[in-house]
């Protein structure tokens, strides 16, 4: 019995050093996935701006970054990791600094004013639009707010939410979910680490047992018989 119990203990073992090794792999490759990431933002120039006491500004006004930072935490219910946002390192390289980014771009665009000119007198809908230059405020809206069909805010969302500025969002969405899935791949590194030690403790401890519960008997020999 206590020979079947060693084996069982030298078989958690082995079954724990390949729980270990996957750790040690899923932390390498995640590594590589991190120095990508932070390679190709370094390579775009994309950085975060702080001001000498470490805030957080946009356009050189820390207002304008507190409403940036309103809107994605707010309006988009994003849980920011204060942590991620280094002043010491601006270039976005971590899920927070990604949406922030985001954010960024997306409330520049919603608190825009597009310039709309119309060549002739327009109606729409029992209204006249005469023709001349036309200042439209975004007010706020997104693509799908707008009336497409309006002579003024027809053009005014084609403006605002340029191509430019939906490849820029998608591209900055991507960075925040690989950032994301890297910070997962970390946490699954340490997991399959964790619990390889276990199972190796776990097996070194019944072998460690069963040594210890074996003991020599003496061979038995009776006693001589009296004269």
Known sequence: MNSRFKKLGLVLVAIGFVFVAGGAYTFIKTQEGAKSLQAFSAAQGVKLTYNDQGQLVDRGETAEADSIMSLLTNDWGYPVNRAELDPNDPIVNTASEYMYQMATIAFHTLNGTQTVVLDKDVEYKGQTFAAGEYEVAVAGRYFSQFDRQHPLDG?????????????????????SVTASTLQMGLGLAALFAALGATIILTGLGIVWAVRAET??????RP????A
Request: glycine share 10%; hydrophobic share 50%; no cysteine.
């Open 215 to 220: 003991v020599k008997v003496p061979a038995f």
């Open 155 to 175: 053009p005014a969302r084609e403006k605002a939410w340029s191509g430019t500025a939906h490849a820029l969002i998608a591209e900055l969405g991507v960075g």
């Open 223 to 226: 006693a001589p018989m009296p």
